[in-house]
């Protein structure tokens, strides 16, 4: 019978406490990819009509104070959605190195195994490797999925604002 916790501790045992520091880092990029998503579904209509309305409701648009108002509003749209994009990219970037980290605690824990052993018991000495294989792959892994969201959600964020200042025209 499956038993998915069981086997979500039998990988923790085998990758050791490094797995979890790396599954915190995704369920926190994760949280944030999906936050962006909803906010480019739902949030952005209503700010870019918000900043529209602002916008047609000027008289004048052809002075150097309307184009400074035009290029505040962009700004201040482009904040929003630009939000929460710089910390996604730093979790993409820290995930592999926290699969280093559990590389590296597992290989001292092969070495440790070594200087005991005095030769080498062959099957710790492949636990150990276990231990420092597993981490470098989940943040491999976990980095590999947030780039290809990162990216998508950089494209989308980059056309929302050139449409938005495509929008705010200065012609009347």
Known sequence: MLNPLADIGKLIDAGGPVLLLIAALLLLMWTLVFERFWYF???LKKDIAAVLARWEARPERHSVRAHQIREALISTVTLDINRNLPMIRSLIAIAPLLGLLGTVTGMIGVFEVLSL??????RSMAA???RATIPTMAGMVAALSGVFANTFLRRVAEREQQLLADHLTMDH
């Not at 052993?117 to 062959?122: E, I, L, R, T």
């Open 117 to 122: 052993s005095s030769g080498g018991d062959a």
């Open 128 to 130: 150990g490797v276990s």
């Open 41 to 43: 579904r739902r949030g």
